[in-house]
């Protein structure tokens, strides 16, 4: 199943960063049709339709990394989590106001119109699939690189535990 970019980027930034969520001091006004402007986005990208496969795919891969005698558990525990708070209708409305807060509602009008286009709905469903083979180029460009990377953090690390000079 084909993924959406931006269901993708949000989770990831999501897991990325739960452990340092502050709460927003001066949040943007947004009024109703603004906010059903961006869920219209969302749902003409087809985020509410592979919400709950992103997830899914998240915990079988994050599920690699827990010993097997434990992995049945946290996979019942994550679905029933995952179930519980983290699906599209409870999270629709914080997901809108995201892109309503970076697009006015003129713009999310106009990429919801564009996404629902032939050429919009290729964009849609190419996005997951490039952005997976120009990871991949960045990871070989790392790895080709490997040698060189470590040499400098281990320079650069080298830095942080030298003593201090005197002056």
């Known amino acids: 199943m084909k993924l959406?970019?931006?269901?993708?980027?949000?989770?990831?930034?999501?897991?990325?960063?739960?452990?340092?969520?502050?709460a927003q001091t001066a949040a943007p006004a947004i009024t109703a049709t603004h906010?059903?402007?961006?869920?219209?986005?969302?749902?003409?990208?087809?985020v509410?339709?592979?919400?709950g496969s992103v997830m899914d795919n998240m915990i079988k891969s994050s599920s690699a990394q827990i010993s097997e005698e434990h992995r049945a558990s946290y996979l019942k525990v994550m679905n029933t989590f995952i179930t519980k708070y983290f699906t599209w209708d409870a999270l629709k409305d914080k997901i809108a106001a995201l892109y309503a807060a970076e697009?006015?509602?003129?713009?999310?009008i106009k990429l919801s119109a564009f996404y629902c286009t032939p050429l919009g709905k290729k964009v849609s469903s190419k996005l997951t699939v490039l952005t997976q083979k120009g990871m991949?180029?960045?990871?070989q460009a790392v790895a080709d690189h490997r040698p060189e990377l470590e040499q400098m953090m281990k320079d650069e690390f080298q830095k942080d535990t030298a003593p201090a000079a005197k002056e």
């Open 103 to 108: 697009f006015t509602e003129d713009e999310l």
């Open 136 to 139: 991949l180029i960045g990871q």
């Open 48 to 51: 509410n339709n592979q919400f």
């Open 35 to 46: 906010l059903k402007a961006a869920q219209d986005f969302l749902i003409a990208t087809n």
């Open 4 to 22: 959406n970019l931006n269901l993708i980027t949000f989770i990831t930034l999501f897991f990325l960063s739960v452990t340092g969520i502050k």
